[in-house]
């Protein structure tokens, strides 16, 4: 039985046991990766989700696999995938992105008189200045401390 159809299976059989609203938000995007033994492996979108099944539905979505297996998977194991930190530090062997070039004429809605050329650097502001510039000459490069 391929693990898709066991995961399936296992919501179906567990739907009625389950809030709606946690069934969609939190078990339906389960991906079921692998199969260990005794043990399906399933990878959860955030790490928040994956503790909140691990401690809220654990054992109701172990006893659907087993009744979904006949007994040959009776645990469930969830993992969270590992979202490097390349965006935050993005190392300078990773070549940039291609810009996305748009065809046709561009007519900019900002005001020129707002420039970095004509803004009041003071004590106050000087590290707002300082970020932003840093963050206009690399769009997208960079981690964006502004957002």
């Known amino acids: 039985?391929?693990?898709?159809?066991?995961?399936?299976?296992?919501?179906?059989?567990?739907?009625?046991?389950?809030?709606?609203?946690?069934?969609?938000?939190?078990?339906?995007?389960l991906r079921p990766i692998a199969r260990h033994e005794a043990t399906l492996v399933v990878e959860a979108p955030t790490g928040a989700a994956a503790d909140f099944i691990?401690?809220?539905?654990?054992?109701?979505?172990?006893?659907?696999?087993a009744q979904a297996t006949g007994g040959s998977v009776v645990r469930l194991s969830i993992r969270v995938p590992?979202?490097?930190?390349?965006?935050l530090f993005p190392s300078s062997s990773t070549p940039p992105a291609p810009a996305v070039v748009k065809?046709?004429?561009?007519?900019?809605?900002?005001?020129?008189?707002?420039t970095f050329k004509n803004f009041v650097v003071g004590a106050s502001n000087q590290f707002a200045h300082a970020a932003s510039k840093a963050v206009a000459n690399q769009p997208g490069d960079h981690y964006n401390p502004l957002f």
Do not use: N
């Not at 590992?82 to 965006?87: L, R």
């Open 1 to 29: 039985m391929d693990l898709r159809d066991v995961w399936q299976r296992t919501l179906d059989l567990i739907g009625g046991q389950v809030a709606t609203e946690d069934l969609e938000a939190l078990l339906v995007p």
């Open 54 to 65: 691990r401690h809220r539905y654990r054992q109701i979505v172990e006893a659907g696999l």
């Open 82 to 87: 590992v979202s490097g930190q390349q965006e």
């Open 103 to 114: 065809s046709g004429p561009h007519r900019s809605t900002l005001l020129p008189k707002y």
